[in-house]
């Protein structure tokens, strides 16, 4: 089983608040990633990160943010949550090949 | 560019009968192909992965692929299917570079009638 954690695992918030969703690794894996998923659809992906200090963005538009200060700990960060933001976010790490993935965090915002 | 297309969207079986999921790739060179699978409410876990190896490739759970390069696929079975299959499950290709970005399929979502 990857050791790949997510936190919150779900979270009910109202609009215009600020929320930090967090994502920690312990295999040392220098990639990471984020994908944002809406129920029964594919993953799409809005961020990663090659290693400490290296973010880039995704395929898909997001208004939310990321951090790789250290190599374990990739949170996103919404500076003001709205309703379209309401969606699945799952984490992953990777060397090369396969990604392990986190459980998710699912995000309403009413 | 890498692309795969899952050809069905639902698939509903039997327990106890074959299951077949279906997969295409397009690639502009030899691809590695993965198999995940995703239970409600819960995070992707890999099933198998194809690495230019064996084209037969052997998963857990009883699953298998085989990868096909004169018919593009890489389709997914399982001789028997078990209650605990019903999921939804994804086939990726890797991008190029030194990123490792995955692409994913649409998904297929499995039924398993008892």
């Known amino acids: 089983e990857a050791d790949i954690y997510q936190t919150p695992r779900y979270l009910v918030i109202g609009t215009g608040k600020k929320i930090t969703l967090e994502c920690s690794q312990t295999m040392g894996h220098d990639k990471m990633y984020w994908y944002q998923q809406d129920p029964g659809m594919e993953l799409h992906l809005i961020h990663y990160?090659?290693?400490?200090?290296?973010?880039e963005k995704g395929d898909l538009s997001s208004e939310s943010t990321v951090s790789r200060i250290r190599t374990e700990h990739f949170p996103l960060t919404l500076e003001s949550a709205r309703p379209s933001h309401t969606s699945q976010y799952l984490c992953?790490?990777?060397?090369?090949?396969?990604?392990?993935f986190g459980p998710g965090t699912r995000l309403t915002v009413t | 560019a890498q692309s795969v297309t899952q050809l069905d969207s639902h698939v509903s079986v039997s327990e106890g009968t074959p299951v077949l999921l279906r997969c295409n790739y397009s690639?502009?060179?030899?691809?590695?192909l993965f198999w995940y699978v995703q239970h409600p409410n819960k995070g992707l876990q890999l099933l198998l992965k194809y690495t230019s190896a064996a084209t037969l490739v052997k998963g857990i759970n009883g699953f298998e692929a085989e990868f096909k390069k004169s018919e593009t696929s890489f389709h997914l079975t399982k001789p028997s299917a078990h209650m605990s299959d019903a999921a939804e499950y994804f086939c990726v290709v890797r991008g190029g570079g030194a990123t490792n970005k995955l692409i994913f399929g649409t998904g297929t979502l499995l039924a398993v009638q008892p």
């Open positions: 690639s502009s060179y030899s691809p590695s």
């Open positions: 992953a790490s990777s060397e090369v090949g396969e990604q392990y």
């Open positions: 990160s090659y290693g400490v200090n290296s973010t």
